[in-house]
């Protein structure tokens, strides 16, 4: 049985997770087909950007009705990565 708190994938809790890693663990989660998620970090100017790539077909998903989904992934991980005091922005692909 996993601990509270920690991610099925990774065995470690979120707290723990880059945000990288967090968005892929989200990703795959989200989509129908998880082995054609690949997510890529780039450090840009003053903060860091991750872009997310998935399946045509799971786009949707992954952008969720009005941007909800996006938004929501964009808030996590922005929220994980000020407690790093670092810029992170996601870009879906």
């Known amino acids: 049985m996993m601990e509270e708190g920690r991610s ?3 065995g470690r809790s979120v707290e723990e997770m880059h945000s990288k890693e967090l968005v892929e663990v ?3 989660a989200l989509v129908d087909n998880p082995e054609e998620v690949a997510v890529t970090e780039k450090t840009e100017g003053r903060g ?3 872009e997310l790539h998935v399946a045509a077909a799971d786009m949707g998903k992954v952008i969720g009705k009005q941007g909800r989904i996006a938004k929501a992934i964009r808030s996590v991980v922005k929220a994980a990565s000020f407690r ?3 810029n992170v922005d996601v870009e879906i692909v």
């Open 8 to 10: 099925m994938e990774e």
């Open 26 to 28: 989200i990703a795959k």
């Open 48 to 50: 860091t950007v991750i």
């Open 84 to 86: 790093d005091k670092k």
